[in-house]
């Protein structure tokens, strides 16, 4: 029987740092599963000071944990089995590795239909993930059940049990469903859908939910435009929190963190315990902005600037009963 489960999930468009929160809390639990997309994920990870990067398998492995990639997840099995190799070839167990027979798997035929059709439209990863996706719904997908004998000692069909911990990939912004469609991923990207893991969302305990203290987006989105690219202070915020996609090495957009819409992805994804992160890069330049109802609201020192966004969640939602600072990522 499972006994509890916990859910770190993106309030925003990804990169908010949900590997090192997910890394950090590991140790306390029996699996650590991933519930939705593939590859298009980047994960970054410090073990001893070491860091590592993972884009499919979730980071229980790099603490000794169980490591699932759930059914609601496509996989790419090169990139997959390739990141098999770096793990083994780090020193990591990887038999603790295991993927639902059920998981759909991206074909080179995705890959293609992506490139050609979507990289540019949409500004996807180029991972395949929307073409697999289509299959999938339309019933007419490849699980890794029909690929037994390439990922034999990976298959798992087992039931969860004990302490979960499961690590969302992408963000609330990125969602299917509450997303600026189409320019979102293929999956459900909320708590919720972690239950396709197969427990009931009765066994949820905590909700992780993470996020900078600025807003970044990779990829095409008309909510992030070409005009940000303009604003000195923005692009120092960028080159200072070293704002690349660890997937696509593509230089993010970033824009001051929008505080209407952090209350609702507080609110709709249920986050119980809030982890604001990046708070040393804007006091490294010393600038202290948010948004707030369209507009662009100043203060003179980051405490001020964070007494203030406390008090506007406190005055808004019922659920976040911690919230965390951190200045920076690695500390947390
Ligand atoms: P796809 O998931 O590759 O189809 O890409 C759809 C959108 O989601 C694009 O805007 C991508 O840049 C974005 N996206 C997908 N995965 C991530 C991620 O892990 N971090 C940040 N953005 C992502
Ligand atoms: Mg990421």
Redesign the pocket.
């Known amino acids: 029987m499972v006994e509890y489960v916990d859910i770190c999930v993106?309030l925003a468009?990804?990169?908010e740092g949900k590997g090192k929160i997910v890394s950090h809390l590991t140790k306390n639990y029996d699996y650590v599963c991933r519930w939705n997309?593939g590859d298009?994920?980047?994960h970054t990870i410090y073990v001893d000071n070491k860091k590592y990067s993972t884009h499919l398998v979730p980071s229980g492995v790099f603490h000794g944990i169980k490591s699932i990639i759930g059914p609601g997840c496509v996989v790419n099995i090169k990139s997959f089995l390739n990141e098999i190799n770096y793990l083994k070839d780090n020193g990591f167990n990887t038999n603790l590795i295991k993927i639902s027979s059920k998981a759909h798997i991206v074909s080179d035929e995705h890959i293609y239909e992506?490139k050609e059709k979507?990289k540019n439209k949409?500004?996807?990863?180029?991972?395949g993930?929307?073409p697999c996706y289509t299959d999938k719904y339309a019933r007419k997908g490849k699980t890794v059940n029909d690929f037994k004998d390439e990922l034999k000692e990976y298959i798992w069909d087992e039931v969860l049990e004990g302490k979960i911990l499961c690590e969302g990939?992408?963000?609330f912004w990125?969602d299917i469903d509450h997303g600026n469609y189409p320019?979102?991923?293929?999956?459900n990207t909320l708590p919720y859908s972690a239950c396709s893991l197969g427990f009931p969302h009765q066994k949820i305990r905590k909700i992780y939910g993470a996020v900078k203290i600025y807003d970044t987006?990779?990829?095409?989105?008309p909510e992030f435009s070409d005009e940000l690219d303009n604003n000195e202070e923005l692009m120092k915020i960028a080159e200072t929190g070293k704002e690349y996609?660890?997937?696509?090495g593509?230089l993010r957009k970033v824009n001051y963190l929008n505080i209407n819409k952090l209350i609702k992805a507080l609110y709709y994804s249920g986050t119980t315990d809030l982890i604001i992160s990046k708070i040393d890069i804007l006091e490294s330049i010393n600038v202290f902005k948010y948004i707030y109802n369209d507009e662009i609201c100043s203060f003179n020192s980051s405490e001020l600037m964070i007494e203030s966004i406390i008090k506007l969640i406190n005055d808004n939602n019922n659920y976040v009963s911690n919230i965390l600072l951190s200045r920076s990522p690695k500390e947390i």
């Open positions: 993106g468009w990804g990169d997309g298009n994920a980047g992506d979507y949409i500004g996807t990863t180029a991972r993930i929307g990939a992408q963000g990125l320019y979102v991923t293929s999956s987006r990779v990829g095409i989105d996609g660890t997937t696509t593509r």
